[in-house]
């Protein structure tokens, strides 16, 4: 089955400790998300990325990491500078503006990854 | 300028009734308007969206109302089911959602019998 898997599911970490979440996807998308998820916030973007060994800033980024290496991964490293890091992460991807292919711009997400900050 | 506002925050509706979520935005050159239902510990999933070249549309029970000039949007819920108790997003994207999303802060939604 095509989707996106995130891992792990929970994750407690210590403060002053670098995390890194893990984001697959197999559905030959060309963009991949990370978002934020906090109780009345919404879902604020963290980094996106459009293309392979490219990616942007989203609206909160600071304390944040990514790279983009391969099609398929798109992990999230969480570092010691992120000053609120306890949250909801989801990863997602879409078709993408360069593939070539019709787009709906629908977003497809994986299950999450809840950080813990102790 | 990039805020979307959606609005109740919470919402809680008797099963059969009518479930109504409002969105308001900013930037004019937004011209994807996705909606998505989200599960308690799942990721969310697209319900429906619209382009501003229609003013309604309706999938099932689910249907978005467009109104460009009051740069406001909304989804009803008809015949409303326990079911269908989740958060709900509304988003707004530009080049038809090729570009990230904006969304807005979620309602959370209680279907009781």
């Known amino acids: 089955d095509g989707g996106i898997t995130q891992s792990p599911k929970y994750l407690f970490r210590k403060e002053g400790q670098n995390v890194t979440l893990s984001c697959e996807q197999n559905?030959?998308?060309?963009?991949m998300y990370w978002y934020r998820q906090d109780p009345g916030q919404g879902l604020r973007l963290i980094y996106y990325s459009q293309i392979v060994n490219d990616f942007q800033k989203g609206d909160i980024a600071e304390g944040y990491s990514v790279s983009r290496e391969k099609k398929e991964s798109f992990p999230l490293t969480v570092t010691s500078a992120q000053k609120n890091p306890t949250a909801f992460y989801l990863c997602a991807s879409s078709t993408g503006f360069f593939s070539g292919r019709p787009n709906t711009g629908e977003l497809f997400f994986g299950e999450g990854s809840r950080l813990t900050v102790l | 300028q990039q805020q979307v506002k959606q609005s109740p925050q919470s919402l809680i509706v008797q099963k059969g009734g009518i479930s109504i979520i409002n969105c308001a935005y900013e930037?004019?050159?937004?011209?994807?308007f996705p909606w998505y239902q989200q599960f308690p510990g799942k990721g969310p999933a697209l319900l429906i969206a619209i382009r501003p070249d229609v003013s309604e549309k309706k999938e099932g029970r689910f249907t978005i109302s467009f109104n460009k000039s009051a740069k406001q949007f909304s989804l009803h819920i008809m015949d409303s089911q326990p079911g269908d108790s989740a958060t709900y997003f509304c988003a707004a994207g530009t080049h038809f959602g090729n570009e990230k999303l904006t969304f807005g802060t979620g309602t959370r939604l209680t279907i009781i019998p």
């Open positions: 559905l030959n998308h060309d963009a």
């Open positions: 930037n004019t050159a937004f011209d994807y």
